[in-house]
């Protein structure tokens, strides 16, 4: 058993991932994570650990060790899970794909009404140098 429901805690976090340490904190799941801490490790590989339950919040520990808590500033205050997360990006990506097809569905009946000249062929320049330079050959070689 943990001593402590710190402990305790840190054991039910088992999903655990490596990132770097970037300038403006850790980036995972699309978001920002900080702490005041994390700037003495910029360009250093870290572990995070995270609770798939609630994303605000990420454990940090370099080379084994705890170094701190992250939070994600656009989450602070709420409990977004993972699945959330990705059922509302996956959302969004079916409503862009909804809009997608429509605009394409509606190119493909103006196409035939509208004439389209290509464009005009732009003028060659003459060059300067002869097309193929010779190589000068000498009788001895």
């Not at 910029?42 to 994303?55: C, F």
């Not at 969004?92 to 035939?112: S, V």
């Amino acid at each position: 058993m943990p001593d402590s429901l710190t402990q305790l805690d840190l054991l039910l976090l088992t999903v655990a991932k490596s990132r770097r340490v970037q300038r403006d904190g850790i980036h995972f799941q699309g978001f920002r994570y900080l702490d005041l801490t994390l700037a003495a490790y910029i360009g250093e590989a870290v572990v995070i650990r995270y609770d798939p339950r609630d994303m605000a919040e990420i454990r940090v520990y370099h080379q084994g060790s705890f170094l701190c808590r992250a939070v994600a500033q656009e989450l602070d205050g709420q409990t977004i899970s993972l699945k959330e997360i990705i059922q509302a990006r996956n959302h969004q990506r079916h409503q862009l794909h909804t809009e997608a097809n429509a605009h394409r569905a509606m190119l493909e009946r103006l196409l035939p009404h509208l004439s389209v000249e290509p464009p005009p062929a732009p003028p060659t320049a003459p060059s300067a140098a002869p097309a193929s330079a010779r190589v000068k050959r000498y009788t001895d070689d």
